[in-house]
């Protein structure tokens, strides 16, 4: 079943097809020579811990503002074609899908750059919060907002 939606950015508890998301990129524009995919996973060690599960939270209606900010300034800024940017909230477990982020461009060179940026850059901003379950107990993780 897909689960791609109109919208290029998203922020939602089921998980997505990575298929789905890339195919439907495509769509935006006969143009496209080069596609970068960035997804993030569910790993079972962080910082020495074992995880046995992650949970997201995120400020509603800011969130999703932020990330379509991030997707307009990326492709002004690094002139790609179009790009899309979902991330999961709630509960999710090691190994399931987080975010991803697929970049469009007419060359490689373009969608990497805007790609790596945008990752950067809505951990860096973007208020979603990750909470960490280990063997020591719940743990916030800093590197975000």
Known sequence: MSTVMESKVRIQREDFSVTDEIEAIKKSSANIGGIVVFLGTGRELSKG???T????????KMAEKKLEEL???AIDDYKIIDMSIIHRIGEIDIGENIVLIVAAGEHRKEAFAA???????????TPIWKRETTSKGEVWVQDTP
């Not at 599960?53 to 509603?60: Q, R, T, V």
């Open 49 to 51: 811990e074992n995880i």
């Open 53 to 60: 599960k992650l949970n997201f939270e995120h400020y509603p």
């Open 71 to 73: 997707r307009v300034k």
């Open 115 to 125: 790609c790596e940026w945008a990752i950067a850059e809505l951990k860096r901003t």
